[in-house]
Structure formats: structure tokens, C-alpha cells
């Protein structure tokens, strides 16, 4: 049996991470009240892998918990939903970019906010989980299907998000294609996501209580339980 009591948790990310429409109980406070690990969060709702100028940065998440000095056992992660999102209309707020051919020149302190990309920052902030946390094991968790989001534009996000953590050896737990919860249908929207906007329905995107218990912990306690050291 995994004793996780006592263990530090790291959770880094977006509003999913965070617990926004959910009274700020997230996949942490799920976790913590159940395994008895230490929190340490640094999501936040809104947050992108790469910079949107007036949004939230996961670099500087990252940044901010080396700075800190926080030393966890444990670390859960995502990103993407809003690098995806086109707030134009037009395009994604973020490019996709590429997949670096390497291991090298990688420095999360010296990521530039102009030009960046998903890509680019997703590796960034792998390597920088590895080279400052060489004593935790981080786990990537990759949303549900969003109705809010362009099918195809999540898609293909959520597959380099994939594919970069298996390049890196980092663990997904894979919400999309194993945790059952597709928003873009009705049923499933309004009895796993939150009201949270006064809409009278499922936002599509915030897990509500169900969201979190029923579709994403299982999914997550299984990966962490693999991972468990």
C-alpha cells in the first residue's frame, strides 16, 4: 500500500489544477484530503505554458517555487487549455512551435516572453522540474474533452504535450482519452462542470465536485499510485 502522508506536493497549471468554479478546491485539496500529502500550489486560473501578455505564466510558476525553495516529493502539472483558446477568434494565443531536437540550452530563467511558444516553454519548464527537483516525480495531466475549445486545436495541443513528456520520460495521466469526460456533450457538461458563469448550465471546462471525484482522480491516483516512491 502507498503511504503518501506526509509528502510534499507540488501543483503547478491552470484553472483545472486550481479548483476555479469549485470554491478553489482542486486536484491538490482532492489528493492532500486523501493521501495526507503536503500542499504546495501554484496554479493559477488563466495560466498558459507560453506568455500572453495580461494572463498568468507557467514559467514563472516554476520560476517562483525554485525560488521558494520548495522541495517536493511530488509533482502534478498541466497546460495547454489556454494556450489553445483563440481569444481573437482567429488564431491560438500561443503557437504550437516545435519539439527541440535535444536535451541542451534549456534555462527556465532565461525563457523569453517575446516569440514564445508552447513548445519551447513546455520543455523548458520539464527540464527545469528535473534539473531543480531531481528528487520528485512529475506527473503531466492532460484535460478532459472541453467543449469550450476548438476540437481539432485541443487535439493536437493535448498529442505534443504527449509527446514531449514521453521525450522527457515524464508520466501523463491522460484525462481525455481515459478519464470518460467529454464536455461537448450536454449530459456530461452539466453534471461534471460548474455553473461558473451564471449560465444556467455546465461551463464545459471547471470540474465541479463529481468532475473532479468521478473522471479526473482516478485517473491521477492511478498514475501517482505507478509513480509512488
Same mark, same amino acid.
Given at each position: 500500500?502507498?503511504?503518501?502522508?506526509?509528502?510534499?506536493?507540488?501543483?503547478? #497549471?491552470?484553472?483545472?489544477?486550481?479548483?476555479?468554479?469549485? #470554491?478553489?478546491?482542486?486536484?491538490?485539496?482532492?489528493?492532500?484530503?486523501?493521501?495526507?500529502?503536503?500542499?504546495?500550489?501554484?496554479?493559477?486560473?488563466?495560466?498558459?505554458?507560453?506568455?500572453?501578455?495580461?494572463?498568468?505564466?507557467?514559467?514563472?510558476?516554476?520560476?517562483?517555487?525554485?525560488?521558494?525553495?520548495?522541495?517536493?516529493?511530488?509533482?502534478?502539472?498541466?497546460?495547454?487549455?489556454?494556450?489553445?483558446?483563440?481569444?481573437?477568434?482567429?488564431?491560438?494565443?500561443?503557437?504550437?512551435?516545435?519539439?527541440?531536437? #535535444?536535451?541542451?540550452?534549456?534555462?527556465?530563467?532565461?525563457?523569453?516572453?517575446?516569440?514564445?511558444?508552447?513548445?519551447?516553454?513546455?520543455?523548458?519548464?520539464?527540464?527545469?522540474?528535473?534539473?531543480?527537483?531531481?528528487?520528485?516525480?512529475?506527473?503531466?495531466?492532460?484535460?478532459?474533452?472541453?467543449?469550450?475549445?476548438?476540437?481539432?486545436?485541443?487535439?493536437?495541443?493535448?498529442?505534443?504535450?504527449?509527446?514531449?513528456?514521453?521525450?522527457?520520460?515524464?508520466?501523463?495521466?491522460?484525462?481525455?482519452?481515459?478519464?470518460?469526460?467529454?464536455?461537448?456533450?450536454?449530459?456530461?457538461?452539466?453534471?461534471?462542470?460548474?455553473?461558473?458563469? #451564471?449560465?444556467?448550465?455546465?461551463?464545459?471546462?471547471?470540474?465541479?465536485?463529481?468532475?473532479?471525484?468521478?473522471?479526473?482522480?482516478?485517473?491521477?491516483?492511478?498514475?501517482?499510485?505507478?509513480?509512488?516512491?
Amino acid at each position: 500500500m502507498c503511504n503518501f502522508s506526509g509528502k510534499i506536493l507540488l501543483v503547478l #497549471g491552470d484553472s483545472i489544477m486550481y479548483g476555479s468554479g469549485n #470554491g478553489g478546491k482542486g486536484v491538490g485539496e482532492y489528493l492532500g484530503e486523501r493521501f495526507g500529502f503536503i500542499l504546495k500550489k501554484y496554479c493559477v486560473g488563466g495560466a498558459r505554458v507560453g506568455y500572453y501578455e495580461g494572463k498568468n505564466w507557467l514559467v514563472e510558476q516554476v520560476c517562483s517555487a525554485i525560488l521558494d525553495g520548495i522541495s517536493p516529493d511530488y509533482i502534478i502539472f498541466d497546460g495547454f487549455t489556454n494556450d489553445c483558446n483563440m481569444t481573437d477568434g482567429k488564431s491560438c494565443d500561443v503557437p504550437l512551435g516545435e519539439i527541440s531536437p #535535444g536535451f541542451e540550452k534549456f534555462d527556465i530563467f532565461s525563457v523569453k516572453k517575446e516569440n514564445s511558444t508552447f513548445s519551447y516553454c513546455f520543455e523548458s519548464i520539464i527540464h527545469a522540474l528535473k534539473k531543480y527537483f531531481r528528487e520528485a516525480a512529475p506527473l503531466f495531466v492532460r484535460p478532459h474533452k472541453m467543449g469550450r475549445r476548438d476540437a481539432k486545436m485541443q487535439l493536437i495541443y493535448g498529442e505534443r504535450a504527449v509527446e514531449i513528456c514521453k521525450k522527457w520520460g515524464v508520466a501523463v495521466a491522460d484525462i481525455y482519452k481515459d478519464g470518460g469526460l467529454d464536455t461537448f456533450v450536454s449530459e456530461q457538461r452539466d453534471k461534471y462542470t460548474n455553473d461558473t458563469y #451564471g449560465w444556467g448550465m455546465g461551463d464545459c471546462t471547471h470540474p465541479n465536485a463529481a468532475g473532479y471525484i468521478e473522471k479526473y482522480l482516478p485517473v491521477i491516483e492511478a498514475a501517482l499510485i505507478k509513480s509512488w516512491r
